[in-house]
């Protein structure tokens, strides 16, 4: 009976060596899982963080382009009328002091190719 005794208790030193291998293996294996939870955790936090910003500087790129366009409307339309035929004589004959002339002063000259 020693020899089945000490086959036994070779055994069940194997098995609790084993089982206590195994049970350290899962206590590393649950910490990296946690690890792994709170990492995936913060990063879910930061690009949530980073979306919410850069989605407020859109808006406020947006809202100045929309501004831009308006002005550069405006200015096209006062461009237009500073440069009106009607606005350049009335200042050509204020300032320059010059006047439409006669028609017997105009003189016509034409070219022919002849």
């Known amino acids: 009976m020693t020899s089945v005794t000490q086959v036994l208790t070779q055994r069940i030193a194997k098995t609790s060596r084993f089982s206590m291998f195994t ?3 899962q206590h590393i294996a649950v910490f990296m899982l946690i690890g792994l ?3 995936s955790a913060f990063g ?3 690009v949530r963080d980073l979306n919410r ?3 407020i500087d ?3 790129a947006q809202k100045t382009a929309d501004a831009l366009q308006i002005e550069w409307g405006q ?3 006062e461009q ?3 440069a009106t035929p009607s606005r350049i004589q009335e200042l050509a004959q204020a300032k320059l002091t010059m006047q439409v002339p006669a028609l017997r002063a ?3 000259v034409s070219i022919s190719s002849h």
């Open 37 to 39: 939870l709170l990492i």
């Open 106 to 108: 105009i003189n016509v």
């Open 80 to 82: 237009s009328t500073w």
């Open 75 to 77: 200015l096209l339309l």
């Open 58 to 60: 859109l808006q406020t």
């Open 44 to 46: 879910v936090v930061y």
């Open 53 to 55: 910003r850069l989605f």
């Open 23 to 25: 049970i350290v293996q």
